[in-house]
């Protein structure tokens, strides 16, 4: 078990305070937190659900958080028993942080039975919340903890939940804040799933892979492909940058190419060059030219 740690008071006005909360009304004066916050400049998703969940939602919380974590992305969730509790412990098996916001003191972990998961979660994020030292996890607390969660968050995906549950609350505050929503979609008739069905048919997202979410944030194949070229281009030299731009998936030839641009041949043949090392371009036949396919 870890040393106990105090938390620590960040106050609004704190540069450390969650640049993600700054903007939105209704947010804590301060926050108390344990080990880190989760950091401004990486994508962050809060997945909630059911307490009672079943095996398919625990499965589905621990593996969309896994994969999340493993590609990059911070998991928030609230610690509860079921879903919080799997999206916790899968994030813990990826290589992103996890953060837990809770409605009582954070030194005191609730619920106990996660005493350990607490302590996990501390040895690389972060325990967090804005209820004074000695607070209990009282039922008025769990509204309020969950506005903190979803402002946290780029997106909230829920996994199971029922008509009338904490999970709804918290795609409410999401749609309120501005953060995308997205549900597991579940078996017709079954009662876990009526609140994420209830999402989706509202117009929330359709969550049936981690890479639905991975797109939303930008962070899927095509995405980072493309973000990847782009990157690519912009470590080149000005004429190949410009170069690049002229091009089309549509075949050029090397003649059309030096009449757009105010470059010499030598120029024009040197860039090329350096755009086809790099591999975002490719000449497909004698002095015809076409942007990679790769990045397309």
Do not use: W
Not at 21 to 38: A, D, E, F, I, N
Not at 215 to 232: P, S
């Amino acid at each position: 078990m870890l040393p106990q740690q105090k938390a620590t008071y960040i106050k609004k006005s704190d540069k450390r305070y969650p640049l993600r909360m700054r903007g939105l009304l209704g947010m804590p004066s301060g926050l108390y937190v344990k080990g880190k916050l989760p950091r401004d400049d990486i994508p962050s998703v809060a997945i909630v659900g059911a307490r009672s969940c079943s095996n398919y939602g625990k499965n589905i919380a621990g593996e969309f958080a896994r994969i999340l974590s493993q590609e990059g992305v911070q998991i928030i969730s609230g610690l509860a028993l079921g879903v919080d509790g799997e999206a916790h412990a899968g994030a813990l098996r990826g290589k992103t942080p996890t953060f837990a916001v809770l409605a009582n003191d954070v030194n005191c972990c609730y619920p106990k039975s996660h005493r350990r998961l607490y302590d996990e979660i501390l040895q690389k994020g972060g325990i967090l919340g804005e209820q004074p030292e000695g607070m209990p996890a009282l039922a008025r607390h769990f509204p309020a903890r969950n506005r903190i969660i979803s402002a946290l968050a780029d997106v909230v995906l829920v996994v199971e939940a029922r008509l009338k549950s904490g999970s709804l609350i918290t795609a409410d505050f999401a749609l309120e804040q501005g953060r995308s929503v997205f549900a597991v979609p579940g078996r017709v008739g079954d009662v876990l799933s009526e609140g994420c069905n209830k999402l989706i048919s509202q117009g929330a997202g359709i969550a049936y892979s981690p890479d639905m979410i991975l797109q939303e944030l930008g962070m899927g194949k095509e995405n980072m492909a493309e973000n990847f070229c782009q990157r690519k281009v912009l470590e080149l030299s000005c004429e190949a940058r410009y170069l690049y731009e002229q091009l089309e998936q549509a075949p050029i030839s090397l003649e059309d190419l030096c009449r757009r641009v105010p470059y010499e041949l030598s120029q024009v043949l040197t860039g090329l060059m350096e755009l086809e090392l790099e591999g975002v371009v490719v000449e497909i036949s004698k002095n015809y030219y076409v942007k990679s396919s790769k990045f397309q």
